[in-house]
C-alpha cells in the first residue's frame, strides 16, 4: 500500500520536473501557453474555433490536441487553418508533460505567440499532470449540473479562469447559472469568470480580450505556484 503511493508520488514529481522543463523553454520563446480542462463535450474545441478565429488576425496562434482516440479535434482547427499537432494518448485519461515535449518536436515555437492545449475531456485525471501551461482554463457547461466544481473540486481549484459555456441553452434548462458560479468560488475564489455560447457568439470578444491582454502584460499566475 505504502509503495503505490510513493510510486504515485514518484510519477507526479517527474512529470512535475517536466513541466518545468516545458515552461522554460516556452518563456525563452516568449510562448504563452493556455490548456483548457472540462469534462467530454462541455466545449473546448469549440471554444477554439471561436477563438482561434478572431485572435489569429493579430497572433501566431497553434494548438496541441489531446485525445484518448482519433485526430477528429486536430482536424476541426485545421480546418480553422491554425498549425495543429494531435496527441492520441491510446487509453490514457490525461495529457502528460512529456507527452507535450513529444509533440513540441513538431513545432517551431519561434512561429507561435499563443500555444493552445486542448486535454482529455475528464475532470479528474488531468487536475493531477501539469504541462508547462502558464494558464489553466476549466469550461463547464450549462447542460452538466451546478454542483461540479463541488463534486471534482482539484480542477477548479488549480485552474484560474471558469468559463460557463452553452448559455444559449439557459432558457431551456432549470440550470442555476448564479449557483453554479457560486460553488466554483466557493472552491476557487480567485477564478476569474466567463459566459459563453459558442453557437451565437455571446461573450467571446471579452474572452479574446481578455486573453489577448493577459498574454500582452504576461499578468498570468503560474500554475504550480496555486497547487
Ligand atoms: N448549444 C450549444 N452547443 C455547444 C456549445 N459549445 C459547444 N456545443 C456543442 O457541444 C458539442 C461538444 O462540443 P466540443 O467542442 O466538441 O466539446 P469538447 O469539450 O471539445 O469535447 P471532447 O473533446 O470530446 O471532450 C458539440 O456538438 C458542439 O456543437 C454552445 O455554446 N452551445
Ligand atoms: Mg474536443
Do not use: M
Given at each position: 500500500m505504502g509503495s503505490v503511493i510513493t510510486i504515485e508520488q514518484k510519477?507526479?514529481?517527474?512529470?512535475?520536473?517536466?513541466?518545468?522543463e516545458n515552461r522554460q523553454r516556452f518563456d525563452s520563446h516568449g510562448v504563452f501557453v493556455i490548456s483548457?480542462?472540462?469534462?467530454?463535450?462541455?466545449?473546448?474545441?469549440?471554444?477554439?474555433?471561436?477563438?482561434?478565429?478572431?485572435?489569429?488576425?493579430?497572433?501566431?496562434?497553434?494548438?496541441?490536441?489531446?485525445?484518448?482516440q482519433t485526430d477528429r479535434d486536430a482536424q476541426r482547427i485545421a480546418?480553422?487553418?491554425?498549425?495543429?499537432?494531435?496527441?492520441?494518448?491510446?487509453?490514457?485519461?490525461?495529457?502528460?508533460a512529456r507527452m507535450v515535449q513529444d509533440a513540441l518536436r513538431e513545432m517551431d515555437l519561434d512561429e507561435i505567440d499563443l500555444l493552445f492545449i486542448e486535454n482529455i475531456g475528464n475532470l479528474i485525471c488531468p487536475a493531477s499532470y501539469e504541462l508547462g501551461e502558464h494558464l489553466r482554463v476549466v469550461i463547464m457547461s450549462t447542460t452538466e449540473g451546478e454542483d461540479k466544481p463541488l463534486k471534482y473540486p482539484a480542477m477548479f481549484r488549480?485552474?484560474?479562469?471558469?468559463?460557463l459555456?452553452?448559455?444559449?441553452?439557459?432558457?431551456?434548462?432549470?440550470?442555476?447559472?448564479?449557483?453554479?458560479?457560486?460553488?466554483?468560488?466557493?472552491?476557487?475564489?480567485?477564478?476569474?469568470?466567463?459566459?459563453?455560447?459558442?453557437?451565437?457568439?455571446h461573450g467571446?470578444?471579452?474572452?479574446?480580450?481578455?486573453?489577448?491582454?493577459?498574454?500582452?502584460?504576461?499578468t498570468w499566475n503560474v500554475v504550480s505556484s496555486l497547487q
Open positions: 510519477i507526479l514529481k517527474k512529470n512535475n520536473e517536466l513541466a518545468e483548457l480542462v472540462s469534462s467530454p463535450g462541455s466545449g473546448k474545441t469549440s471554444l477554439l474555433e471561436q477563438s482561434l478565429t478572431i485572435l489569429k488576425k493579430n497572433l501566431r496562434v497553434a494548438v496541441i490536441e489531446g485525445d484518448v480546418a480553422a487553418d491554425v498549425p495543429v499537432v494531435q496527441i492520441v494518448t491510446n487509453g490514457t485519461c490525461h495529457l502528460e488549480r485552474s484560474q479562469v471558469l468559463v459555456n452553452k448559455v444559449d441553452l439557459l432558457p431551456f434548462l432549470s440550470y442555476n447559472l448564479e449557483e453554479a458560479k457560486d460553488f466554483a468560488l466557493r472552491v476557487n475564489p480567485a477564478l476569474k469568470i466567463f459566459e459563453t455560447s459558442c453557437t451565437t457568439g467571446i470578444r471579452e474572452w479574446t480580450e481578455w486573453l489577448r491582454s493577459t498574454a500582452r502584460g504576461r
